[in-house]
C-alpha cells in the first residue's frame, strides 16, 4: 500500500505492450460492490482489467489465453491456488507479472505472495515512506477509528470503518 506496486505493474504491462506482447489483466472482487473493470494507480494511469471471484473456479479463468502477459494485481485477495496457477501459466509459456501486499496488518507473510516469491524469476520489493517516522516503511498499518487494530481481528478486512497507512516495522502497532 502506498509504495507505487500498482503504478509499476502498469508500467510493465505498458512495456510489455510497446514490445509487441498481448497482455490479458485481471484482479480480484474484495466486497459485493461494483468493482471497476481496470486497475488504477494513485496517480490516475489504468489498465482494464476483468474481475474476478478469487473463491470461485480461480483456475478456469486462466484457461485458453490467447495473450502472451498475464497481469495480476492484489495477489493476495486470492487464495493458495493462484501459486499453481501462475506456474501452469508459465510452464505453458505465459509471462505473469503480479503485484500484491506481502504483509498483513499484522507484519506477517500474507499468503499467497512467500510462495509466488518464491517461484518467481524475479521479485521487486518497494516500500513506502513511514508517515511517522519517515523510515522505511514495509507494513501496513490497519487503524479502526483512528487506534491501531486489534491484532486477532480478520486478515482480510472489507469495511468503512477501517484505514491504512504506511508504516516502518518500529512505528507499527497491533492492539
Ligand atoms: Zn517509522
Redesign the pocket.
Given at each position: 500500500m502506498f509504495s507505487g506496486k500498482t503504478r509499476e505493474l502498469i508500467s510493465r504491462a505498458e512495456r510489455a505492450e510497446i514490445a509487441g506482447n498481448s497482455i490479458k489483466a485481471f484482479k480480484p472482487s474484495i466486497d459485493d460492490r461494483y468493482e471497476e473493470e481496470k486497475i488504477s494507480s494513485h496517480v490516475g494511469r489504468s489498465l482494464e482489467a476483468e474481475v474476478l471471484e478469487p473463491e470461485e473456479d480461480l483456475a478456469e479463468n486462466f484457461e485458453d489465453l490467447k495473450e502472451d502477459v498475464v497481469i495480476i494485481d492484489e495477489a493476495n485477495f486470492f487464495p493458495d491456488e493462484l501459486v499453481e496457477v501462475c506456474q501452469n501459466l508459465a510452464e505453458g509459456g505465459k509471462r505473469v507479472i503480479l503485484a500484491g501486499t506481502d504483509q498483513t496488518f499484522r507484519g506477517e507473510p500474507f499468503p499467497p505472495l512467500p510462495k509466488l516469491c518464491a517461484i518467481a524469476e524475479e521479485v521487486e520489493k518497494l516500500n513506502a515512506v513511514?508517515v511517522?517516522?519517515?523510515?522505511v516503511?514495509t507494513r501496513n498499518q490497519r487503524l479502526v477509528d483512528g487506534e491501531p487494530a486489534e491484532k486477532d481481528s480478520p486478515t482480510i478486512l472489507v469495511g468503512a470503518e477501517e484505514s491504512y497507512e504506511a508504516?516502518?516495522r518500529?512505528?507499527h502497532e497491533l492492539r
Open positions: 513511514c511517522k517516522c519517515g523510515g516503511a508504516r516502518c518500529h512505528c
